[in-house]
């Protein structure tokens, strides 16, 4: 079955930096573009990064253009978002997800649990 789990979240003080990942299984990896969403407390899911099949195009939110980078790693069925420049805002449950849809979250079809990400002093 399908499986995406998350990992790598984790306090942080603001200007620094952090790496989570998503580790995809019982899938074709390789073949699905990949998306990073996240959800502040108390507030929507909001669409933050993808990535096409092969790694050579990201697309990337405004908030967080310039800041994070998204990656993938397709021999380890492994998706990565590098966060740099972390800001309190940027505290959120991030989730990995199959696909590519923006904020169509009824498009997705498969989602990850989640990884806690807080950013502060």
């Known amino acids: 079955q399908v499986q995406l789990v998350e990992s790598g979240g984790g306090l942080v003080q603001p200007g620094g930096s952090l790496r989570v990942s998503c580790a995809a299984s019982?899938?074709?990896?390789?073949?699905?573009?990949m998306s990073w969403v996240r959800q502040a407390p108390g507030k929507g899911l909001e669409w933050v990064s993808a990535?096409?099949?092969?790694?050579?195009?990201?697309y990337y939110a405004d908030s967080v253009k310039g800041r994070f980078t998204i990656s993938r790693d397709n021999a380890k069925n492994t998706l990565y978002l590098q966060m740099n420049s972390l800001k309190p805002e940027d505290t959120a449950l991030y989730y990995c997800?199959?696909?590519?849809?923006?904020?169509?979250?009824?498009?997705?079809?498969?989602w990850g649990q989640g990884t806690q990400v807080t950013v502060s002093s």
């Open positions: 997800a199959r696909g590519y849809y923006g904020s169509s979250w009824y498009e997705y079809d498969y």
């Open positions: 019982g899938f074709t990896f390789s073949s699905y573009y």
């Open positions: 990535i096409n099949t092969g790694g050579g195009s990201t």
